[in-house]
């Protein structure tokens, strides 16, 4: 099968490498001993014999001797062998044609046309696919994402604060929400080195919602409401942040797209735009829901800065983000490290 299929993708280079709708003609010249093969208005190629005696040779031989003759050399790892290639100024090239043999399956690609021969039943099947095009891998391109999250922090000893203090996390709410425009230069295969800014909102949402933080004198306090009735007790943060990464994506090394794992990890580091408290509570005699802010950002640090890592399968990336540097400034208030846990959009 695979000499036929061979045959296919020579007659099909006049088709597909060189865009014509023109059959080729070819063009003998005893003169000059060789022969030239026309494609469309400008497209040919010429071979050129010593003499007459290798002419007459040439005209003697079959698809399989001129297919020997070109000496076409198998890759190894992947079994492809490259039959046509066309090499461009720059210095880089372009397969026109390919055959990928694996045992009773014979795979060949001519521009954006696969075929495909099973052979490993009673019968052959062949499929043929068309508007195939390989996506290509840019040296450098620039994206938006968003990132999704979850907030917390660890005391001085490594742990989440427990339940019993005033500042405790409550998961659900606790939400990072961060906008990233970002940039990703090739510096070899599967090998990226990812940079760009953004802006994160922190926000963290206390367990015990009788708790309300506020601006002390000289730190942040938090105090014990029991004359009203408490629904919701935060602290929110919003920074403009720059980070960069060094990323590994296997599967681009692998030649498998988009399929393999990535991973990623780098610093960042960002600048406090705003920060503040929020109370929601209603009255105990009965009232409308009322909201309580306070200017908090005083006690929060103007600098943050730590360690960005990612993990990535397909389409669907995670990541986590651990301040180096406490939320509050030193002796304004307890020492926690913010982490974050999240989705990358």
Known sequence: MKKYLLLFCLMAIVKIGFASNEMPTLDHKINSDSVIVEFGKSGKVVIIVNNKEDFEKLKSMNINEIIRELDLKQNEENGELTIVQIQKKDGTSKDIVRVNEDGMETEVYIGGIRVFVDETGDNTKVKIESGLKKKSDPPFRTYFNIDLGVNNYLDSNGDFP????????????????????????????GFYWDFGIGFQFYNFKFENRDFQAIRGDNQIDFLQRNDVDGFKSKISASYLTAMTMLELDFGKMNDNGGKGLRIAVGPYA????????????????????????????????????????????GRVTFFTTYDMNELFQAGKGSELNPITFGIVF
């Open 162 to 189: 427990s339940s019993d203090n005033p500042y405790a996390v409550k998961g659900w709410g606790s939400w990072n929400v961060g906008l990233n425009w970002m940039a990703a230069q090739r510096i070899s295969k």
């Open 270 to 313: 960002g600048y406090r735009l705003g920060g503040q408290s929020k109370y929601v509570y209603r009255e105990l005699e009965g009232s409308g829901r009322k909201k309580d802010k306070q200017n908090t950002g005083l006690y929060l640090q103007n600098f943050r800065y730590g360690l960005r890592g990612e993990v990535g399968v």
